[in-house]
DNA sequence: TTATCTTTGCGTCAAATTAACGCAATTGAT
DNA sequence: ATCAATTGCGTTAATTTGACGCAAAGATAA
């Protein structure tokens, strides 16, 4: 049998660290899940995750996992929610702390031969082990919030990008349509994009403006009290 | 020495729940903390607090801390966020579960002579036991962003009240001025408030318009995807 | 008592913001 | 060659916001 050998007077629940991994392709919104090796719930998919360490703050378990997962070492993460349900894992009592990270996907180390990592769209999505469908759900309601007053969404596109790569993210994330000349004004008075010195060729009227978030500027403004809303 | 009957293969961490408790007096925000009895941080005050218990949730946990201290069984409660800093506990690896509540100080039953619990505006807040400084800064940014979003305000308010205590809430929880006509016109064109029938005397035009939030009302909006924004 | 504040409800108006849509230049596709 | 789609930039009317006026009536203080 195997050694138990960490006691405490009274019980103590297991806890783990699910991290919730957005990706964006230019269209759609995309989740990297794995598929369970194991029981419970083998063959199904699941955020990654697992114990967090005695030594290490629950970020930093997250941190760990995704960068198991995408090889990335820094990363938009922030904490979700935790997730008590008192059966939620059928083996123990087990709490997780789910975070949600906001990835480029060109970033992200194509899966190893190893990997059980994989991409998927949110409306392709298969059914989730234990309550991680629930914790998706909690992801995408945040995802929609934040992005009204933050600017995670750069977060999700590669350095340089367009003005429409822009609005399909944010049309993807809030599930609406917008304005193509109004989203573009919106933007633009926000003052946190810079245009991209087009490398070679002048802007010949039908190849887009090349953007850029700047971070600078925003946190500048972010400073004076402005109020960044989308 | 102390029996340690629940052992585990590895170390777990303990798991607390943790409570900051939002009352409103008419002028000042208020926090109901407990002053410790015991070491560590024996004598600073703190949240209302206490280890989960293996059949409970989290927020059933924190809601039994609430019950314990204010005599609610019902009230405004929502999950914060966890905090696992790896020292935050001198003892051993303590990670808690913090929420918050919002409830009707008028409510709440008097502190009887056992109860170490007690009202403070924040203004005048002790130094907290542990970590509970960062939670209730959390804790306070939290309120502000949700009260834009959504009509938590009424949580604190008696049943009935007047515009001008609502906007005091407003204004004591944003921390800033708005002008009275302005707010008054905003608030009613929300169609989220009913004025209560003024019982005895007609309004003699100079005490206040009695209002009361309503709940009916407003869950028909947000089902109409009318967004409360203020 | 009387003159002076304060509080409350409601209104006005100009400035700012938003939503809807026009237009021309250019390019890729049929 | 024609046509549809993409991109950048404007225009206009409706809506919302911010700042402030005003009168009625109770409270306050000389």
């Known amino acids: 049998m195997e050694e138990k050998k960490y006691c405490y007077k009274y019980p103590h629940p297991a806890v783990t660290t699910d991290c919730v991994i957005f990706g964006f392709d230019g269209i759609n919104l995309k989740l990297l899940l794995v598929e369970r090796g194991i029981d419970p719930y083998k063959g199904c998919w699941a955020f990654p995750g697992g114990f967090l360490n005695m030594d290490e703050t629950a970020e930093e378990g997250a941190r760990r996992e995704l960068e198991e997962e995408t090889g990335l070492k820094t990363a938009y993460v922030e ?5 008590t349900a008192v ?15 906001l990835v480029k996907i060109s970033e992200v180390k194509g899966g190893d031969d ?7 769209s949110l409306d392709e999505s298969p059914s989730l082990a234990f309550d991680h469908e629930l914790i998706l759900r909690v992801a995408l309601a945040r995802l929609k919030e934040k992005i009204h007053f933050e600017p995670i969404g ?5 350095e340089v990008f367009t003005m429409t790569e ?6 993807a994330i809030l599930g609406v349509k917008f304005d193509r000349r109004n989203f573009y004004r919106k933007m633009t008075a926000l003052e946190i994009l810079e245009q991209v010195e087009p490398e070679k060729q002048r802007t010949s009227k039908r190849d887009p403006i090349p953007y850029r978030f700047n971070a600078e500027r925003y946190a500048e403004l972010k400073k004076k009290h402005f109020i960044l809303e989308f």
């Open 114 to 120: 190893a990997s059980q990592a994989r991409w998927f």
């Open 166 to 171: 822009l609005q399909n993210l944010y049309e």
């Open 79 to 83: 904490q979700l929610q935790t997730f």
């Open 87 to 101: 059966d939620r894992d059928p083996r123990e009592r087990v709490i997780t702390i789910a975070f949600y990270a």
């Open 154 to 158: 750069f977060e999700l596109l590669p």
